[in-house]
């Protein structure tokens, strides 16, 4: 018992020492005590201390059928039997051939081509580049699209390109020097509406937005980059019925490709395997990533139509190659956890039972409104986001040095709740496999943990 204390002890040593933890402040973080994971089980994480908390946000979004799965272990060490890595430049690996193809099953119809990446960033990157290269190439292109429309308040991950494409000031402003422009409109929020409308007697202005900006630049926009219906890094900010098949439409008209960010919203989080399958959508790039290997390992994938990728076809030295890998793309690894992932889906007809629970969570979160400082609470799917004010009835949001996002989260944890906020709202997005049970609990620790914090 004294040695694991001691171990205890050394690792937490040890992680302030030497770990620079991302999206954390750590002259704050060195003030806490650190919570180190040891093992997962289902849907409850397990610290070194023996701690269990209930994993309230997958993992950072990843998880889908529960830590330590049977399945997704055994298809790790059989792969692990066989090889753990090799490379997908100029040649194949068994995983890889067999993921994309049963990959292709799933996604929206008319997408036929699979482009492996290792996050949702470099998914991100390779969409981009692959339709400014198609544009550049192919002879139904047009080497004047060079730009991208992009939306306030989008989050499309970490790398230069992708944060070019960002909309998120706390996380984006400070690069703007390194970023290239883009054309960017007001997305959807209806709770604070950019237009000052309400939803939906107006008739979804948001689109008015999106189609002032193509008219006027349709002929240098390559693509229009959106996260469909919604916005996970900004809040959980969801759009209203209708507008991205008003996205769509409109891309079809003024000749613009458009590129959906599934890497938050894919694999089941929304109550359909995919958010596009909502609004009947087929978008011509997608981005995949975190729920694409059941959140074991970093996998991603950027799926494209045939005719985007014909564009790319040529002789040698015509230079139409698309020179983009990263040394881990199509990890196989990675893959034959994915394949397993999507197995079990089918196998236990995992979107059809997700039913029941996406309308046990709403009525759950329906008590919140008698929380004085829940200002706002958005569901879809197992996607939650519940926005904290000061003031209900003017939306005043809370001071940001009070740092009530991350307060309520340490009073979860006490309760064995493991969450993370974004800033001042409250994030619940559960593995596909929590049960009713388990939601139960999660929804009746947050509901108590923002009472205390608030309520005081
Ligand atoms: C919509 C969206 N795109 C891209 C990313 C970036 O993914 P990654 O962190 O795997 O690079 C995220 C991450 O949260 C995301 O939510």
Redesign the pocket.
């Known amino acids: 018992m004294e040695i694991r204390e001691e171990e205890i002890r050394e690792l937490e040593k040890a992680d302030l020492e030497c770990i620079w933890h991302p999206f954390t402040q750590m002259e704050l973080y060195r003030r806490e005590k650190p919570v180190i994971i040891e093992k997962g089980r289902g849907c409850r994480l397990y610290d070194m201390e023996g701690n269990a908390y209930l994993d309230g946000v997958s993992s950072?979004?990843t998880n889908v059928h529960g830590h330590a799965r049977t399945e997704l272990d055994e298809a790790l060490k059989a792969q692990t039997d066989l090889i753990a890595h090799s490379t997908l430049l100029g040649i194949s690996s068994v995983p890889a051939v067999r993921f994309a193809r049963k990959l292709l099953d799933v996604v929206p119809s008319g997408l036929t081509k699979v482009f492996y990446s290792?996050?949702?960033?470099?998914?991100?990157e390779i969409a981009l580049k692959m339709a400014f290269q198609y544009h550049r190439q192919s002879p139904k292109g047009n080497p004047k699209k060079t730009k991208f429309l992009t939306f306030v308040n989008?989050?499309?991950?970490?790398?230069i390109g992708?944060v070019s494409l960002g909309g998120i000031d706390l996380f984006h402003e400070m690069y703007r020097e390194l970023l290239f422009e883009t054309y960017k409109v007001a997305s959807p929020y209806c709770y604070r509406c950019p237009y000052g409308r309400d939803y939906p007697g107006c008739k979804l202005d948001c689109l008015l937005g999106v189609e002032k900006m193509l008219d006027e630049h349709h002929d240098e926009i390559a693509a229009v980059v959106l996260?469909p219906l919604v916005?996970?890094?900004a809040g959980m900010l969801m759009q209203p019925e209708g507008f991205l098949r008003g996205v769509r439409a409109l891309c079809d008209h003024y000749g613009v490709f458009l590129i959906a960010?599934?890497?938050?919203?894919g694999f089941g989080r929304t109550g359909k395997m995919f958010a596009c399958e909502h609004e009947g959508v087929t978008p011509d790039i997608l981005?995949l990533?975190?729920g694409i290997s059941g959140g074991y390992l970093?996998l991603?994938a950027t799926v494209t139509s045939e005719e985007i990728f014909e564009g790319f076809l040529g002789e040698f030295t015509e230079n139409k190659t698309f020179f983009h890998g990263h040394t881990y793309t199509g990890n196989p690894l990675a893959c034959a956890v994915a394949i397993a992932s999507l197995d079990l889906f089918e196998k236990e007809r995992i979107i059809e039972n997700l039913q029941p629970k996406i309308a046990f969570l709403k009525e759950k979160l329906s008590a919140f409104k008698n929380l004085s400082h829940v200002g706002d609470i958005r569901q879809r799917g197992l996607m939650v986001g519940i926005e904290l004010v000061a003031d209900r009835n003017t939306r005043e949001g809370l001071p940001v040095a009070d740092r009530t996002g991350h307060q309520v989260i340490l009073e979860a944890r006490k309760r064995g709740i493991m969450i993370r906020p974004l800033g001042d709202i409250i994030v619940l997005m559960p593995p596909l496999a929590m049960s009713v049970e388990e939601l139960d609990k999660l929804c009746e620790a947050t509901y108590e943990s923002i009472r205390v914090v608030t309520e005081k």
Do not use: F, I, N, R
């Open positions: 950072l979004w290792d996050s949702g960033s470099t998914s991100v989008a989050y499309h991950g970490d790398t992708s996260e916005q996970g890094a960010d599934e890497v938050a919203v981005c990533a975190k970093p991603a």
